[in-house]
């Protein structure tokens, strides 16, 4: 299964790499306050939080 996802994966990072590579602009590099960080990547994580209850442990908050 793990080699399976990391196949995928890399299919899917070429084709990003390639659509940014077509663009006419180039690669979309972030802007910050009017300034052009060249070089820079931002990688942009979402969490999410999961509430649970355990029946072995009982806290009082």
Known sequence: MAARV???RAVIRR???????LRPSG???ISV???VLT????????AAIVTCT????????
Request: aromatic share 18%; net charge negative.
């Open 6 to 8: 990391g196949r995928v």
């Open 15 to 21: 084709v990003v790499w390639t659509l940014l590579a």
């Open 27 to 29: 690669y979309p590099w």
């Open 33 to 35: 306050c009017g300034r």
């Open 39 to 46: 070089g820079w990547y931002v990688l942009d994580l979402d």
């Open 54 to 61: 355990s029946s072995d442990v009982v806290r009082d908050w």
